[in-house]
T-cell receptor, first 113, second 111 residues
Framework: AQKVTQAQTEISVVEKEDVTLDCVYETRDTTYYLFWYKQPPSGELVFLIRRNSFDEQNEISGRYSWNFQKSTSSFNFTITASQVVDSAVYFCAPMGYGQNFVFGPGTRLSVLP | EAQVTQNPRYLITVTGKKLTVTCSQNMNHEYMSWYRQDPGLGLRQIYYSMNVEVTDKGDVPEGYKVSRKEKRNFPLILESPSPNQTSLYFC??????????FGQGTRLTVV
């Protein structure tokens, strides 16, 4: 069974600040995938990134970057120069055997102008 | 356009009145699943299906039924809804190892 911990329930930052969202997961699968999703106030779930467990190369995409460390089972997400439109709930979700996503409880990010 | 379509988007019903929430995807995905989202609990999986006629329980299956008779459809059935099933429901579909595509959500209120 998989488990996800997103220790930060809510974070508030001022626009243009950098913010990192933490994710720690547990899995017994040797091969798995890790995902981040965003849920803006409108309610839909938006896919952000997918990583597989044997590729620890960190990734940057525009203002977003991800730090995957298999040794500590962490998959953290950083937004650089945050904007008000980044305000949303962010979910970390590992996926293993059976293609089952296990979602963390989410971190609510509020970016204040 | 690739999409997952849920209906209805909003539903208010009374305790005990059977209801079905439909979910359809047009991407030929093998995997489909249902989640419920409650404040502070994130998304919890109700049921999932790995292909036609193959379904299995997720973390919170009590009070729900599903069927997968066709690849594109995965309806969620509440035989006797109760107020504790008031929630926001999402259907999702995916290919093996790929990101899930989610429907727009169904907000269900059981009174």
């Amino acid at each position: 069974a998989q488990k996800v911990t997103q220790a930060q329930t809510e974070i508030s930052v001022v626009e243009k600040e950098d913010v990192t969202l933490d994710c720690v997961y547990e899995t017994r699968d040797t091969t798995y995938y890790l995902f981040w999703y965003k849920q803006p106030p409108s309610g839909e779930l938006v896919f952000l990134i997918r990583r597989n467990s044997f590729d620890e190369q960190n990734e940057i995409s525009g203002r977003y970057s991800w730090n995957f460390q298999k040794s500590t089972s962490s998959f953290n997400f950083t937004i650089t120069a945050s904007q008000v439109v980044d305000s949303a709930v962010y979910f970390c979700a590992p996926m293993g055997y059976g293609q089952n996503f296990v979602f963390g409880p989410g971190t609510r990010l509020s970016v204040l102008p | 356009e690739a999409q997952v379509t849920q209906n209805p988007r909003y539903l208010i019903t009374v305790t005990g009145k059977k209801l079905t929430v439909t979910c359809s995807q047009n991407m030929n995905h093998e995997y489909m699943s249902w989640y419920r989202q409650d404040p502070g609990l994130g998304l919890r999986q109700i049921y999932y299906s790995m292909n036609v006629e193959v379904t299995d329980k997720g973390d919170v299956p009590e009070g729900y039924k599903v069927s997968r008779k066709e690849k594109r459809n995965f309806p969620l059935i509440l035989e006797s809804p109760s107020p504790n099933q008031t929630s926001l429901y999402f259907c999702a579909s995916s290919l093996s190892g790929r990101q899930a595509f989610f429907g727009q959500g169904t907000r269900l209120t059981v009174v």
